[in-house]
């Protein structure tokens, strides 16, 4: 289901995480997908910062499938999805 999501709205996806955390912090984002299988020490940052500023946050298996939903040819750690 998220992976679909994604799909639906590649256009207003924000990839990556520091343009994630930007996008979070300026009050753009709707909701942030993170991939299962990316480094912790790199989604935490985006995980607590989505608790603190309530915006769900939704796990997905797999950095590739991720990367591919927005239509990039390599993995994605972090999506957030723009309002």
């Known amino acids: 289901m998220s992976y679909e999501k994604v799909t639906q709205v590649k256009s207003r996806a924000i990839i990556g995480l520091k ?3 930007k996008a979070m912090k300026n009050g753009e984002v709707d909701e942030v997908y993170v991939a299962n ?3 912790q ?3 935490k940052k985006v995980v607590d910062l989505a608790n603190t500023l309530d915006i769900p946050c ?3 298996d797999s950095m590739k499938d991720l990367g591919v939903a927005c239509g990039i040819d390599v993995g994605a750690s ?3 999805i723009k309002r």
Do not use: R
Request: proline share 0%; no cysteine.
């Open 78 to 80: 972090t999506v957030a």
């Open 37 to 39: 299988d990316a480094a």
């Open 58 to 60: 939704y796990h997905v």
């Open 19 to 21: 343009q994630t955390l």
């Open 41 to 43: 020490h790199i989604t």
